[in-house]
C-alpha cells in the first residue's frame, strides 16, 4: 500500500460474481480503493480505485456458489471505458460488504477537498479558514503577492498540516487550496519580478506552475524552508480524509482487519511481463466509450450476435486468466 493508505475492513467467502464467478476470494477494503483477490490463487485479483467509480448499488444476481442472491454492483470508468464489477458475500445473511463498500465510498465522495487542487472556492469565511476534520492550522504568511496575472495579487498564506491556502485580500473568493499531495516542488527562482517562490504541481492536478512574491528575501527563504518541511513531512504519512466506523463489526466483537506479509521481492508487473497474463479487464467491459456498445456480430461458434471485440481480443482469450500459448507444461 501506498503511504497513507489504511485497512479499513477486510471480508473473506466474497465471490467476484462479474469476472470469476465460482471463485472465493477476499475483499479489502481501503480508504482509496477496494481490493479483490482469489483465496486460492493471490495472483487473480482487481483493484478499483474509488475515483474511478460512478456509482454503487444493490442488484439481484446469480452467483455460481450461493444461487440467486443480493450483491454490491459498481459502475465504473476508466480511460474512456465502462466497467461493472459484482461482489456477492458467501455467507448468508452477512451483508457487512454492503456498508462498508458503500460507507467508505461516501466518505471519499465528501472528503475531497484533502486530496483534490481547488480554486475559488467556499472555503474562507470572514477572512479564516474553514478547517477539515484533524486539520491544524500552522501558519498564516500575509504580504504574498501571487503573480498569476501581470500586476500580481496581494494575498496571504495559510499553511496547514494538510494543505496550503492563498487568498487574495481583496476578494476572499479568488483563492487557491493545494493539498501537499499534489506538490511536485517547491523552488526559489528568479524572475522578471526578482527572486519568487515557485510551487510546481503533479500532472494529476493539472501541472501547473505557481509563483508567489515575499518581500523581503530572508522572510521569502523562511517561508520555503517552513513550506518544504511541512510537505515532506506530509508526504511520509498523508491524510486522506475517509474514515469510517463499521458499527456492524464493533458490535459482533469482531477483531481489526490485518494482512499476511507480501511475498519478499514480488513485482506484480515483472510477474504479468514473464507469465504473459491477459487483459483480463475486458471481462469487466460493459462499453468502449460514452458513445455506447460496439456494433453486434454474428458467432458461428456461439450462435449469438455479441458485440465487436476489441483489436487484439478473441472470444476464447476472454476466458482466460492465462493464455495458452504462454502456459508452462508442468
Same mark, same amino acid.
Given at each position: ?40 490463487i ?5 483493484s ?48 457487512? %460488504? ?83 499531495? %499534489? ?19 503533479t ?30 513531512? %506530509?508526504?511520509?504519512?498523508p491524510?486522506?480524509?475517509? %474514515? ?16 499476511l ?23 469487466y ?37 492465462i ?8
Amino acid at each position: 500500500m501506498r503511504n497513507g493508505e489504511k485497512i479499513i475492513d477486510r471480508l473473506e467467502f466474497i465471490e467476484d460474481t462479474k469476472g470469476n464467478s465460482g471463485d472465493k476470494g477476499v475483499l479489502i477494503i481501503t480508504n482509496l480503493r477496494a481490493i479483490w483477490h482469489s483465496m486460492t490463487i493471490a495472483r487473480i485479483s482487481l483493484s478499483i480505485g474509488y475515483n474511478c467509480i460512478q456509482n454503487i448499488s444493490t442488484r439481484i444476481v446469480n452467483s455460481r456458489l450461493r444461487g440467486t442472491t443480493e450483491a454490491v454492483y459498481i459502475q465504473s470508468k476508466y480511460n474512456g471505458l465502462r466497467y461493472e464489477f459484482v461482489f456477492t458475500n458467501l455467507i448468508p445473511g452477512n451483508t457487512r %460488504h454492503f456498508t462498508s463498500f458503500i460507507g467508505i465510498y461516501k466518505a471519499y465522495n465528501t472528503s475531497r477537498l484533502y486530496r483534490e487542487l481547488k480554486l475559488r472556492g467556499a472555503i474562507l469565511q470572514n477572512g479564516r479558514l474553514k478547517l477539515l476534520m484533524l486539520e491544524k492550522m500552522y501558519t498564516t504568511v500575509n504580504g504574498v503577492w501571487n503573480l498569476s496575472s501581470e500586476q500580481g495579487n496581494l494575498g496571504a498564506f495559510l499553511m496547514t498540516n494538510i494543505r496550503l491556502v492563498w487568498y487574495a485580500e481583496s476578494n476572499e473568493t479568488f483563492n487557491i487550496s493545494l493539498p501537499y499531495i %499534489h506538490i511536485y516542488s517547491v523552488k526559489i527562482r528568479e524572475s522578471k519580478f526578482g527572486e519568487v517562490l515557485v510551487i510546481e504541481t503533479t500532472s494529476y492536478s493539472g501541472g501547473f506552475t505557481l509563483g508567489f512574491r515575499i518581500d523581503p528575501r530572508e522572510r521569502l527563504r523562511e517561508v520555503t524552508k517552513e513550506l518544504s518541511s511541512i510537505y515532506r513531512i %506530509h508526504c511520509q504519512a498523508p491524510e486522506f480524509g475517509v %474514515h469510517f466506523i463499521n458499527t456492524e463489526q464493533i458490535e459482533n466483537n469482531e477483531p481489526s482487519p490485518t494482512l499476511l506479509p507480501s511475498p519478499e521481492k514480488y513485482d506484480e508487473f515483472e510477474d504479468e511481463n514473464v507469465i504473459g497474463v491477459s487483459n483480463s479487464l475486458a471481462k469487466y467491459s460493459i462499453s468502449r466509450s460514452d458513445k455506447g456498445d460496439g456494433t453486434p456480430k454474428y458467432d458461428s461458434s456461439l450462435g449469438l450476435a455479441i458485440e465487436t471485440l476489441p483489436d487484439g481480443f478473441t472470444l476464447s482469450t476472454l476466458w482466460e486468466v492465462i493464455p495458452t500459448t504462454n502456459r508452462s507444461i508442468e
